[in-house]
């Protein structure tokens, strides 16, 4: 699944970050499954970091309250993966899209025959500030 969001400023990214893993999808794949990964209770901070690395990447674990009520939401025991790629930089210094991967395993859905890994993917044009790129180009 793929939502674009060009702006964000009108939600806060823990409020993001929380409706967009309570909506987890039904994809099985993810991006790094056997990669160091940073505890942080907000994704912005893997954005960040990912618009800092040489290869675009960043890779955590979503830890705090929101993990906390998503694993209990969806009665899933393990930890919630982020990873955080750039796919294009832009003019503007320290901007560029990214695509966000939350992912989980051991996920109930309801009406599920079984637990599965469940995931969203969503792109967003992100800068270091917080703020999105005042051009795309």
Same mark, same amino acid.
């Not at 991006?31 to 040489?54: E, F, G």
């Not at 998503?70 to 930890?79: K, L, M, Y």
């Not at 992912?103 to 599965?116: I, N, S, T």
């Given at each position: 699944? *793929?939502?674009? =969001? &060009?702006?964000?400023?009108?939600?806060?990214?823990?409020?993001?970050?929380?409706?967009? =893993?309570?909506?987890?999808?039904?994809?099985?794949? $993810?991006? $790094?499954? /056997?990669? &160091?990964?940073?505890?942080?209770?907000? +994704?912005?901070?893997?954005? #960040?970091? +990912?618009?800092? =690395? *040489?290869?675009?990447?960043? *890779?955590?674990?979503?830890?705090?309250?929101? $993990? /906390? $009520?998503?694993?209990r939401r969806f009665q899933a025991q393990s930890p919630i993966n982020i990873d955080? #790629?750039?796919?294009? #930089?832009? +003019?503007?210094?320290?901007? +560029? #899209?990214?695509?966000?991967? !939350?992912?989980? /395993?051991?996920?109930?859905?309801p009406d599920a025959d079984r637990a599965r890994r469940q995931s969203i993917e !969503?792109?967003? /044009?992100?800068?270091?500030?917080?703020?999105?790129?005042?051009?795309?180009?």
């Amino acid at each position: 699944m *793929n939502i674009h =969001a &060009p702006t964000t400023r009108h939600l806060s990214l823990s409020h993001m970050t929380l409706s967009i =893993a309570l909506s987890l999808s039904h994809s099985l794949c $993810a991006w $790094a499954t /056997d990669v &160091p990964r940073l505890p942080v209770t907000d +994704a912005s901070i893997l954005m #960040r970091q +990912a618009l800092q =690395a *040489n290869d675009g990447k960043a *890779n955590g674990v979503l830890t705090g309250e929101s $993990a /906390d $009520a998503i694993s209990r939401r969806f009665q899933a025991q393990s930890p919630i993966n982020i990873d955080v #790629r750039t796919e294009r #930089r832009y +003019a503007q210094s320290g901007c +560029a #899209r990214l695509q966000v991967m !939350f992912w989980q /395993d051991g996920v109930w859905l309801p009406d599920a025959d079984r637990a599965r890994r469940q995931s969203i993917e !969503f792109g967003i /044009d992100y800068c270091l500030s917080g703020e999105p790129p005042t051009s795309l180009h």
